[in-house]
Each structure stands twice: as C-alpha cells, then as structure tokens.
C-alpha cells in the first residue's frame, strides 16, 4: 500500500514563526535529544500544512539533525498523520466497540452519504474528507467525531447534529 | 454518597484555574511534602496506602517507586502515561479536562518523591484541547512558584512539559510510550532491563497513569493510612470508573473499591441500569482487552457471590468465569447487542493497533479480524470458534509487550461465554446479517447448584 503520496510534493519553506515553535519544543528535552521533538513538529507541520509531505519531512529531519528515514517511519506509524492531503476538514469518526454500541456505524453512513465521498475520499470543493478512527477515549459520550488541527470534539452525535455540524462548517469556510 | 478523594471540588466553577483550585485546598499536597517530608517519606506514604496503578495492570504504584534506581549524578525521569485509548476507558480525559490542577499537584509531588527534575506528561494526541488545558495549567502553576527553580523555598527544582503523542494505542504500554516519547515509532522495548533501571534516555524512570499520580495528593494530605481505610482489602482507595456502552446514566464516576457492581450498575447515583427500559446482556468491566462476561457472571461469581467492584472480586475465578478491573472501562451490552459483531469490531482495533514487532500478534490479530468477520457476515464455518480460540492462545503469553495478551482475551472470553450465539451466526448465517440473536439465557439467574 502506498502511504507516502509525493504527487503533491511541492517544496515546502517552514516560516520564522513556525520554526521558533519548533525551537521551544526542542527546549524541552536534554541536550542532545531533540528527536524526541519529531512528534509534537509533525503536528505542527500538519496543522500549517494540513498533511505531512516528504519534502516537509524532509526539512524536519534536517532541522532536527536526523535522518530522513526517522522522520518518515515516525509519520508512517501514527495514525494521526496524514500521508496525503486531506478535505480542509477531516472528521474523523470513532468506530470502536463502545460507540458502535450507541450507533457510531449510522452515523459514518450518514456522513458517507451526506457527503458523497467514500472514507478517506475528498469532496471536490476540497473542504470535506472523512474516516473510521480507534477509540477516542470519550466513550461515555458516543457516538463521537473530531476536526483536528485542533481536535475539536462533537459528542452524543446525531444525524441531524452531523447535518448543522456540516453545514457550519461550510459556512464558516465559505467565510 | 462516598466521600470523593479525587472528584470532589469537579463541579465548583472555575476549578480549572490555579486560584479556585488552590482556594479548594490544592497545592497543599506539594506544600506539605517539600516542606515538612523528605522524598523517602512520600515514598513511605504511598506503600503505606496500598494505591495501585490505575492505568490498568493494578501494580502496586509505591512498590515500582521503590525499585527506582539512583545512581549518582545520572537524571532520573517521572512520565505520566495520559495515553488513554483502552477502548471504554474515558476518566482520565475527564479528569485532565475539569480538574488539571490535580494532575500538576500530584505530578510535583510524585516527581519530589523520585527525584526527578524534570517529569513529562505523555498524553494521546488527538486530546489536544487537554493538552493546551495542562499547558495553561502548568504555566500558572509555574508562575505562583509551584514549579521551576526552588520550588516553595525548599531547594526543589522541577520542570514540567506536555508532550503529545500521534495516534497509537501501543504508546499506552510503558516502554512504547517511551520510545514514543524519544521520537521514534512506538514499539514496546524487551524487558529487562525495567524503565526503573533503564527508561526514558537510558535513566531510570518511572511511568505512572494519570489517575495513579492525582491519587497521590489525597494520599499525602490525609496519610496512606487513612487512604487505605477506603475500600476492600488489597483494593485500597477509590477508583474511576468510566461507564459506557448501553447504560442509562453514562459517564465518570469515583466510586469506593468495593462497591457492589449491582449497586454501581443500578443505583441512580451511578449507572441507573441499561437504557430505554432493555435488560442487561453482558458487561466488560474494565476495558475491551478484558474478558467479558454474561449478566449473570457479572453480576454474581461461579459460587453465588454478588461481585464487588474490586480488583480480587472481578477477578474471581480467574479466566474461566471471571473478568479484570483493568483500567476502569465500564462497557455495558443490552439484549439488542450482538456479540459477534462485538468481538469483531474489537479484534480490527487490536489488528490496527498492532505495532507489527511481533510477529503472533502481528499476523494473529489480522486472523482473528478476518475469521471474526466472516462469522459476522453469515460465512463462518463451525470450526471457526475453535480455530479463533487456538489462534489466540497461540498469540497470548508469546509477545513482547501484553497487546497480545488483550488482543486474545477478549476473542477467547466471548466464545467461552457466547459460543451458542456463534455458532447460531454458522447456522444461520443469512438471518444473522439481518437480526441479532438477542439475549439467549446469559441474563437468567444462576441455577442453584445443591450439594449431593
């Protein structure tokens, strides 16, 4: 299966602004542990980028003074990076046990059909995409979804919730 | 109601913020132990309540503080693994969410008590609204002096950082969680040597789950006597528990170790019984990876007991007809659940989540998925049970880290307990796409069995 998409991989600059967040986080961990500042710059690459590209990869390897293969089995691994672009808003649907219990399954057929697109497809304005994630850890409250790059939660969902949520949502990009 | 030692400001306004909390009575944890106990005291304290990890192993929290190594001029390091993703388990989510204060608080202490000058908090990264509430949590704690440079005047330093994870279930286990936390893909280390000896960068290290380290503030401020009056024999203290799944009052709840699970499952201060009026077909106490068990093994042991919510009570008679208390993930089934479907559905979690290291779990999981799922879909085969419990007790005890083990149990539990229902979706596989098989006898009371 191919994970990396580089169709799209056009050069990336990292701005002085972004860069002096990476700096902060390095500040974290002891001289000479930077990597262990690999995780927390992929998600701030992805939220300025909305997807984790290997030129973007390979730019963070080099300001961390690590391997290009580092940063790329990292991203390969987690889940919560994306190896392609994405709808400008991707929810992403628990569709684990407990919220199955409490009808998770309709509600990812709801959105399917709301949208038109199959899981991990993009609507063709660019603004939706969606997929099935593992637990959320907010299994009291299912069925539930999250938007990241700030991982907003939507709980007890139901079709019609989904329906405002998307609808708000365009407006908001239509904005 | 139970006097709550973790819970019990949750609801005052504002407790989110440094200065309601502290009003409350918060800090005075960190206040007590760095001016008025040496580190090994506040180890003391902790032994001496009995506190158990909370995280789901159920080790004794004071007894892995000890083993700590503390070789001369090497760091050590306090991890708090806030990496909740056991499918059903949402209390610390709610914990970090309402009250992070305690978190901070329980984390000064436990990292004085260690001797770490610099601890992290490892939490999962699709919880960044958490993340940004501990950060702002940290950062007023750190301006009243409660952390950096001499803490209180004491001569304690401490730094304390957040550090997100990126989506995987395995960053839960200690050793993933670690590797994660260096910035490499999180696979579980072989063990030995323990983080105790050689975790995070090489030092020693300890890594405690969330709820652990925020019961270490009532512990210090009340003594681990008195902590360990609260509850049932080796299981001390209170616990959170998360109630989900088909029960009418979901959510977080403190609960006294040793609460009946009848009253816990039915009373309206807890679960308030199964919504919309169904009754209850079967219970995984403590997490998906845990057995799960029929009503009425739930409810009562193999010997007629009422079951308590304790770890020995959930744990009576052991795989056969017991289950765990895990990590607290309370997941009620009413009678319109299938589980089948279930079991199936849980089986694709561990598959993903596999972290591929090993290769029973690896492939075994997929197996188990893809057997599962032509179960569920009407295509199984009557050998299918037996060759779904053989591949899981091929997985279990052969990997690594225990993700095989909690990839096994739940797959082995319920065809113990559900076999009939299994082998009704073999029979009559065209029906079973189209209707669950409903309760069956799980629910029935235990016959009573006379002695001869």
Redesign the interface.
Known sequence: MLRVDNSEAIPVEFSPELVAKFGDIVSRYPEGKQKSALLPILHLVQAEFGWVSAPAMDKVADYLHIQDIEVYEVATFYSMYFMRPQGKYMLEVCRTGPCCLVGAEKIMDHIEQKLGVKEGDVTPDGLFSWRGVECLAACGFGPVLQIGPEYTFYEKLTNESVDQLISDLKAKASN | MARKLLLEHINVPGINTFDVYRSKGGYAAVEKALKTMSSDDVVEEVKKSGLRGRGGAGFPTGMKWSFLAKPEGV?RYLVCNAD???????K??YLMTYIPHLLIEGMIVASYALGAK?S?IYV??????QIRILEKAIAEAKNKGFLGRNILGSGYDL?L?V???????ICGEETALLE???????NPRIKPPFPAIAGL?GCPTVVNNVESIAAVVPIINEGGEEYAKVGIGRSTGTKLI?????VKN???YEIDLGLPVEEFLYSEEYCGGIANGKRLKAV?AGG?SVPILPANLFMKTITGEPRLMSYESLAEGGFVSGTMMGSG?F?A??ED?CIV??TW??AR?YH??S?GQCSPCREGTGWMEKVLHRLEYGHGKMSDMDLLVDVSKKIEGNTICPLGDAAAWPVASAIRHFRDEFEWHVTNGAEAVTRNYGIAHYADPLPKVEAV
């Open positions: 760091a909740e993703s056991e499918p059903g388990t949402f610390d989510r610099t992290y999962r990264g699709e919880m960044m609204p730094e950082y550090q997100p994870g990126g989506g995987a279930y994660s936390l260096e910035g490499k893909r999180g960068y998360s109630a989900g799944g088909n979901p959510g977080v995984v998906s993930g997941i089934f009413d659940q479907r279930n559905n849980f979690f993903h989540e972290c």
